[in-house]
């Protein structure tokens, strides 16, 4: 079931931004952000209702999120996300995506970390893929001013809670 569902996110995304790999990443990336939302989730009602408490568990799906979150704005700056289509269809599909990944990390958490390593490896075959099809142009062209760069990006300290 697991391939399936992989295979079919693949499959829609692939057909629909063939030709076009910037929305494609952005969406990509969009997705990749929901395993992590879906674990905090399910991970806070656990602690809620007292069945386990991971505190250890929750800083690094955060972490995990957060780094997400960076190739996201990444895409975005890239002009990924232009087009409102390719916005409205990324939010679409998280939405289903994440209440999936919430169904299937209470029934098997091993199963929902499966699903998200499946999709991660996907996303990673995609960029190394892209980055050696199109690596001599890549090179020529300028890095957008608008990049978010993480180091000026708030820096969470995952030990202390903090932020500088």
Known sequence: MIKL????????????????????FYVLETVERVPYFSY???SHLYGTLGFCRRADGLKVDFAESWNELHHLLMMESLEGSQLSGDRILARTTVLL???????LYIVSPGSAYHFMELVES?????????????????KLEPTPANLP????L???DLRTGTTW
């Open 5 to 24: 569902l992989l295979d079919i996110l693949v499959f829609v995304i692939n057909t629909i931004y063939r030709g076009r790999p910037y929305p494609r």
């Open 40 to 42: 905090l989730s399910i």
């Open 97 to 103: 995506y994440y209440w999936i990944i919430v169904a």
């Open 122 to 138: 996907h996303a990673y075959n995609s960029y190394q893929k892209f980055l050696t099809e199109y690596e001599t142009e890549l």
């Open 149 to 152: 760069r993480k180091q000026t």
């Open 154 to 156: 708030v820096t969470l």
